[in-house]
């Protein structure tokens, strides 16, 4: 029963490791980064439908986007997704592809970025908690149904804490390298 907690217990906290990552993606550094554009849903046929599933979006250099539609009827739909995304870049239509240039970040804009960096790593630590706090209880139920003994309820609550501390770390290691790449000019 105790590993298998364990095992469920670290699946979860490994799923609000994963959301923090995927979470740190979307907060733009000075760097083009095609997850920036994740959130853009273009209207496809009546469908809104994500910018990667009709364009090619690559980045040519480390400040702009090139965004190369699949069908060139779609190209207008295409920028004004982007426009309504309010992503704080304008795209530049040539006919056939559409520009983005990245803005330099001011000191103002990155200290509030390190603001919601902040934000969303505390929220990862909660979720982590947590899955503590369930697995904690799981145990508490099992010793009071006398499933386990309370040498077992022990245990098991310092293997929880241990590996508690060593996602709390990856979320705070992960939290750090975000602020540290935002605030470098």
Request: without cysteine; charged residues 40%.
């Amino acid at each position: 029963m105790l590993d298998g907690l364990q095992k469920e217990t670290e699946s979860k906290m490994q799923k609000a490791l994963e959301s923090l990552s995927s979470e740190l993606k979307k907060v733009r550094t000075g760097r083009a980064q095609v997850s920036m554009l994740d959130a853009v849903k273009v209207n496809y046929y009546g469908t809104p439908t994500p910018l990667n599933q009709v364009a090619a979006v690559s980045t040519p250099d480390a400040k702009s986007f090139l965004i190369a539609p699949w069908e060139a009827s779609v190209l207008k739909d295409v920028e004004s997704a982007i426009v309504k995304a309010d992503l704080g870049m304008s795209p530049q239509n040539d006919g056939k592809v559409i520009r983005l240039k990245v803005p330099e970040l001011t000191e103002e804009r990155r200290k509030d970025l390190v603001k919601s960096v902040k934000k969303i790593a505390e929220e990862a630590r909660v979720a982590v908690r947590m899955a503590r706090r369930e697995a904690n209880d799981e145990l508490k139920k099992a010793e009071k149904a006398k499933e386990i003994s309370e040498d077992d309820l022990k245990r098991g609550e310092g293997d929880i804490q241990k590996l508690t501390d060593k996602y709390i770390a990856k979320v705070d290691e992960a939290g750090d390298d975000k602020e540290k790449d935002l605030m470098t000019v």
